[in-house]
């Protein structure tokens, strides 16, 4: 270390010079230490907001994904506020029917082999809107989906024309035996729409969500269920796929 010295001055002099430089040079130090300090206090804020923000969506997300006792079930609520429910499988399809479908409900399938039993919760006194679109929503968890079909017909019945799992005799899970004048509702389009308002709704048509939330039309095409479902979180922002590969048709997607 190399130290000038002014031999011109008194040696007095020369240290205080040196003193005071020494000050300023702590100063500079400690300031510059205590940027550091404040830089990384900021950081630490701004990590802890980041990861509250994210805990947050985790939260809600978690929240969405929880549920009622229908949730377990393909669902929704109708137009006119009436509780939509189905079947994900010929196993959820015995369960709603022995368990779920009472006295006054309508029972909804899709004119076609392979499908979800959708009910209607207090759909005789439904009105015709709500009626249609639980029919629509049946075509939609239908085999018609995954038969590419864009419109089917479906019908409709009530619970004393459906038998009951103890009196359906031979028949295997998830068929059951009807009786009595079916209620027709003719070309029923296969389309839906899923949006995130508390929870992740998929609901059958086009519809608008309520003030500007965001939303994905879904009908048959050629894309895979799971980029169909990428794709809904990406837009929507809800991050579980898993759950959203739940709450959609088996089968290819077009999807915009």
């Known amino acids: 270390m190399e130290i000038e010295i002014d031999y011109t001055r008194q040696a007095q002099d020369n240290a205080e010079e040196y003193f005071e430089r020494a000050k300023k040079a702590k100063k500079k130090y400690e300031g510059a230490l205590e940027s550091a300090a404040e830089l990384e206090r900021k950081l630490e804020s701004m990590k802890k907001e980041e990861e509250s923000r994210e805990s947050t969506l985790k939260q809600k997300q978690a929240k969405a994904a929880e549920g009622e006792w229908y949730e377990k079930f393909y669902w929704f609520n109708t137009s006119g506020g009436y509780l939509a429910i189905g079947g994900r499988n010929a196993v959820q399809n015995e369960e709603i029917n022995s368990k779920y479908f009472e006295k006054g409900d309508l029972f909804f399938h899709a004119d076609i082999y392979g499908g979800s039993v959708v009910i209607l919760k207090n759909g005789e006194a439904a009105d015709l809107e709500s009626k249609k679109q639980a029919a629509q929503y049946a075509a939609c968890f239908s085999r018609g989906w995954q038969s590419g ?62 003030g500007g939330t965001e939303t994905v039309i879904l009908t048959p095409g050629n894309g895979k269920k799971t980029e169909a479902a990428k794709y809904i979180s990406k837009k929507l922002g809800f991050e579980d796929i898993d759950y959203i590969m739940a709450h959609i048709p088996t089968g290819p997607f077009y999807f915009k």
């Open 149 to 210: 079909l864009s419109t089917l017909d479906v019908y409709s019945l009530k619970r004393e024309q459906v038998s009951k799992s103890q009196d359906r005799g031979s028949l295997q899970t998830g068929g059951f035996a009807m009786s009595g004048e079916r209620e027709w509702y003719k070309s029923m389009p296969l389309v839906l729409t899923v949006y995130f308002d508390k929870k992740l709704i998929v609901v059958p048509g086009e519809y608008q969500a309520k």
